[in-house]
Each structure stands twice: as structure tokens, then as C-alpha cells.
């Protein structure tokens, strides 16, 4: 009975011994997986931009779908006024280009009220401003009307004589405030001219250069590069010592919630590519 027991446990240590030394089973090891580049984030930008950017700037807009692919542009056109009142009011912008330093001025927090802010507002990212563009103040005659006019010194003495009716803009758009600089220049009461039915107003330089087209009027003031792209003639343009140079200020605004996409969209305003679509309607790029 004891060999027996003894022959049994001599049995399952053997076969204990024999499981200690079996190989494991082996998996078949996995392939590597290569990793995925992870997918820029898609952005949306808002961009305000002056009426009269709106061919050239929708354009760039379109260049830009190639070199930056997940950034999705939506521009607003309007007077630099209208604009800066909505900015003001909260609307949500990531970059404004204005049509003159005023309007960008009064949303500058490091201007003071001597230098063009009253409000003490503060929506500019400072830094990133910069003068993007220089255009031109132009006098466009109507087809078929205004005749004997050429110039702006034969528009001044058309006004005086009340024998002209004129196309400007408001007094809270750029256009309208470049033209009552010519108004001073050569000492005209825009007041006294009005109430002569010597002039008719547009909300931004699109409805003026429309009147023109139109010849609803017999000329308008408005920008050389508007008269170029709606086909009109340029009749005469405005010195510095007339109304000043025309700046269009751009700046990202510090409510962007996406401030760095942006810059970027601003340095390709500033490229070759993009100064080559400016200077093709007559806008001077700046840099």
C-alpha cells in the first residue's frame, strides 16, 4: 500500500516538472499601426470689411481656400461707420478693415480722446494693427451728364452756381467725410448746398457708384478703386492737400476667439499674391 502511494505522488510530481516546462503559448504579435496625423482644427473667421473691399477682399478670400483649407472666411461689406458701431455693439468680428483711420481709431485702446478715441474703447489686439492699403478720392461724371465738368475745380464752381446735382456719402462714412474735406478745401456750405437740391447721399461708396452707373446724378465722389471695378470714368482725382491721404487701417480685434487664424489671414492680406488683386483694381498696398 505504501509503494503505491509512493508511486502515485512520484507520478504527479514528474507531471508537475513536465507542465513547468512547457512553453507558453506565444500570440502573434500585432502590427504596428501608424500613427494618424491628427487633422487641423476647422476655424471660422469673421471679417468687416469697407464697402469698398468687396470684389477685392472676396476674392483673396477665395486664394486663401488653397493655402489655408481648414479656415472658413465670412465676410460683412459696409461702411467703416456702420461697422464700427456694430463692432461697438458686440457683434462678433475677428479682423476689421476700415476705409479711413477714424473709425479704427475710435476702437483703439491706445488712442486717447485726443487722438481719436472719446469712448475710451478698447477692442484693437494691439500689435496687429497695421495700414494695409492707400486709395484714392475720385470725381466720376455721369454718362450723358454733367457736361462742362472735368475737374474737381469745375465741380466747385458747378455747386456754387447750383447747377449740378452730386452723389456723396454720409457723414458717417469715410467717402462722405473725404468729400466734406473737398467741401472746405474749396469753402462750400455742404449745409447750404443740400438745401440748394444740389446733393444726394448713399449709406457707403456702393450706393454712390451706383447713382453714378445709374446717372441718376451728374457725378459722384467716391473711391478710384470703385470706379474701376463698376466700369466708370475717373473724371479727376483728389490731392493730399484736398482731403488727406486714404488709409484702410486692419487690425485683429481682441473679442476673436480665434485671434492667432486671424493674424495669419492679415499677413496674407499683406502678401504678394493678395497686394497683386489690390493693385489691379488701383489700391496701393502698403505692406
Not at 516538472?17 to 482644427?41: D, H, I, N, S, V
Amino acid at each position: 500500500m505504501k509503494r503505491c502511494v509512493a508511486w502515485m505522488m512520484a507520478l504527479v510530481m514528474v507531471l508537475a516538472l513536465a507542465g513547468c516546462g512547457a512553453k507558453p503559448t506565444e500570440t502573434p504579435q500585432q502590427e504596428a499601426q501608424p500613427e494618424q496625423e491628427a487633422l487641423p482644427e476647422q476655424v471660422t473667421l469673421t471679417v468687416f470689411a469697407a464697402a469698398s473691399l468687396q470684389e477685392t477682399v472676396t476674392e483673396i478670400v477665395e486664394m486663401y481656400k488653397a493655402v489655408a483649407p481648414e479656415v472658413t472666411v465670412v465676410c460683412s461689406f459696409d461702411s467703416s461707420g456702420t461697422l464700427k458701431t456694430q463692432i461697438q455693439e458686440g457683434a462678433a468680428c475677428d479682423l476689421f478693415i476700415s476705409a479711413a483711420p477714424k473709425q479704427m481709431n475710435a476702437l483703439d485702446g491706445s488712442r486717447d480722446a485726443d487722438h481719436g478715441n472719446p469712448d475710451g474703447l478698447d477692442f484693437v489686439r494691439q500689435g496687429s494693427r497695421v495700414d494695409l492699403l492707400e486709395n484714392k478720392v475720385a470725381l466720376s461724371v455721369a454718362e450723358g451728364r454733367g457736361a462742362g465738368i472735368a475737374s474737381f475745380d469745375d465741380l466747385a464752381a458747378a455747386l456754387r452756381e447750383s447747377t449740378v446735382l452730386l452723389a456723396m456719402g454720409n457723414s458717417d462714412v469715410p467717402v462722405g467725410q473725404y468729400t466734406q474735406k473737398i467741401f472746405d478745401y474749396y469753402g462750400l456750405n455742404e449745409e447750404e448746398l443740400a438745401a440748394a437740391g444740389c446733393l444726394t447721399y448713399g449709406s457707403n461708396v456702393k450706393e454712390v457708384t451706383s447713382q453714378v452707373a445709374e446717372a441718376s446724378v451728374d457725378c459722384g465722389i467716391i473711391y478710384a478703386t470703385d470706379a474701376f471695378s463698376a466700369g466708370l470714368p475717373i473724371t479727376d482725382t483728389a490731392t493730399a492737400e484736398m482731403c488727406g491721404q486714404v488709409i484702410y487701417p486692419a487690425a485683429v480685434l481682441q473679442t476673436s476667439e480665434h485671434p492667432e487664424a486671424a493674424q495669419a489671414f492679415l499677413d496674407y492680406l499683406r502678401s504678394e499674391e493678395a497686394g497683386a488683386v489690390f493693385a489691379g483694381v488701383g489700391f496701393t498696398p502698403l505692406g
